[in-house]
């Protein structure tokens, strides 16, 4: 009886698996959420985006409404927590709408160098040949120019609105992302069933968007989390030159920059954004770390 029931306890497990199954995607989310850096930098940073979504909406001041008042120092009087500015705007309210930007540039910037590096990647590596060696000395060409002087001469030349910051800053970040799923692409389309669907006649970019793009999810997700930190520091920088954002709109490297200018009689207006903008991109950094260590099948 004991034989039979160590016996079973030990073929329970197997039956178990066999009849579950867990899929890549499931065994990824659990190494994510074990990993308690990943989890609390998910968490704070749910509460930074939250802040900058809602907070700007429910707080009892605008951030460009301009106060007759002189400026003050922090206070809990009128919920001035933060103070305000020279202009007599409540900072703290400038800080959340500040946020809100710098995290839109952020997202919007890597969504913009995820369509065109994932599409112009996956391209170069399957087709090959000629058409690869020219898409990718393109990439090569751009990636000699100096990214942050071809920002600016967009903006030089077009002008500054918060559209074209979008579009300039995710239209040089997705080089490094083509020659990642190039990479990948190289070494899936050889495999077998990507052989027995060009056998059966499945069109070219139908073998592209069923069999290439989600076997190169892994990588470029792990590197989008690490592509947003790299936009948003490129923003502040912009914005620290006076490239940035048009006024009464602020974005954390707008408010930094002017925050340098005071540090000396008031540091808190350097410090609660540069806090702010330190906190964002260690979570980010902390949740690309989790995830590239979740899909690495190495690791396992």
Known sequence: MADAMDLTGRTEPIEQALAGGRSLWDDARTRLFRNKAAVISMIILSILVMIAVFGPLVWVHNYKTISTSNEIAPTLENWHILGTDTQGRDLFARLMIGLRISLAVGVVATIVSLVIGVTWGAVAGFVGGKVDNIM?????????????????????????????????????????????????????????????????????????????????????????????????????????????????????????????????????????????MGVTLLCLNFIGDGLRDALDPKDR
């Open 136 to 276: 990718m000395r393109f990439v090569d060409v751009l990636y000699a120019m100096p990214f942050i002087f071809f920002v600016i001469l967009l903006l030089t030349v077009f002008g500054r609105n918060i559209i074209l910051i979008f579009a300039a800053i995710g239209a040089v970040e997705w080089l490094t992302m083509s020659r990642i799923v190039r990479g990948q692409t190289l070494t899936i389309k050889n495999m077998e069933y990507i052989e027995a669907a060009r056998a059966t006649g499945v069109p070219f970019f139908t073998i592209i968007r069923r069999h290439i793009l989600p076997n190169v999810v892994g990588p470029v997700a792990v590197y989008v989390t690490l592509t947003i930190p790299v936009v948003i520091m490129a923003e502040s920088f912009l914005s620290f030159l006076g490239l940035g954002v048009n006024e009464p709109l602020t974005s954390l490297g707008v408010l930094i920059s002017e925050g340098a200018k005071e540090m000396q009689d008031k540091p808190w207006v350097l410090l609660a954004p540069a806090l702010t």
